[in-house]
C-alpha cells in the first residue's frame, strides 16, 4: 500500500478537496482499493465521507499514537493507496504522519502569503527523507500570478503540470459528499483532477525506481 499525505502551513489550500478527490480519480480508474484517513481535528474529511452515498473510498479512523499500526493492518487488508488529511499548523503531529508518508503532496494556492509558507513543509518531508511534490490550487484561470507561483515553487522542488481552479463546483461536490468527477464526469474540473492523479501516481513510480537502483 502507498500512502500520500497531503500537507500544507497555510490552511485552505485545499488538502481535504484533493484528499477525497485523488481517491475517487484513483477508484474510478481501477487502482483501488482506497481508505482515506483524517488527522485533522476539524474532521473535516470525515463529515465529507459521512455525506457520501457511494460505498468507495473507504474510511478508517485514527489517532496519530496508532496511526503506523493501523497503516499496516490497512496494508494487510489489501487497501492500495491510502490518502491521509492533515491540519494546517506545522506541529509534531504533523511531522509523524509525514514520516509514514511514500509521498507528500503539497497543495499550494497562487498568493505571496502562500507562496512564503512552503518552506516549513518542504523542511518536514525532507527531513523525512519522503519525495514530494507542490501543486498549485484554486487558481484564476489565465493569469500570470498562477504562472509566477508555478515558477517559484520550481525552485523548492517539482511541481505538477495539472493546476486545480477555483470553480464552485469543487465547493458545491464537497457539500452533499460527492466529488466534481461524480457530479460532472466530462468538465474541466474533473479533467484537472485525473491529471492530477496521474501526476501523483507516476512520480511515486518513478520515486521508487530510482530507490531500487
Not at 477555483?166 to 479533467?191: C, K
Amino acid at each position: 500500500m502507498k500512502t500520500i499525505v497531503l500537507a500544507s502551513q497555510k490552511g485552505g489550500a485545499g488538502k481535504t478537496t484533493l484528499a477525497a478527490h485523488l481517491a475517487v480519480a484513483a477508484e474510478n480508474v481501477g487502482e483501488g482499493p482506497c481508505v482515506l484517513i483524517d488527522t485533522d481535528p476539524q474532521a473535516s474529511l470525515a463529515a465529507w465521507w459521512n455525506e457520501r452515498k457511494a460505498e468507495t473510498p473507504a474510511f478508517a479512523p485514527s489517532n496519530l499514537k496508532d496511526l503506523p499500526g493501523k497503516l499496516e493492518s490497512l496494508a494487510q487488508a489489501g487497501y492500495a493507496f491510502a490518502f491521509i488529511d492533515t491540519p494546517p499548523a506545522i506541529t509534531e503531529s504533523i511531522r509523524a504522519v509525514v514520516g509514514q508518508a511514500d509521498f507528500v503532496l503539497i497543495p499550494t494556492r497562487p498568493s505571496p502569503h502562500d507562496l512564503r509558507a512552503v518552506g516549513r513543509t518542504v523542511e518536514l518531508a525532507v527531513e523525512a527523507g519522503r519525495p514530494f511534490a507542490f501543486v498549485v490550487t484554486q487558481a484564476k484561470a489565465n493569469t500570470r500570478l498562477t504562472v509566477q507561483a508555478m515558477a517559484a515553487l520550481s525552485a523548492h522542488g517539482v511541481v505538477s503540470t495539472a493546476v486545480i481552479h477555483d470553480r464552485v463546483d469543487y465547493a458545491a461536490s464537497m457539500i452533499d459528499g460527492r466529488t466534481v468527477l461524480e457530479v460532472d464526469p466530462r468538465g474541466r474540473s474533473a479533467s484537472e483532477v485525473a491529471e492530477l492523479w496521474i501526476f501523483v501516481k507516476e512520480r511515486m513510480i518513478e520515486k521508487t525506481k530510482k530507490r531500487k537502483k
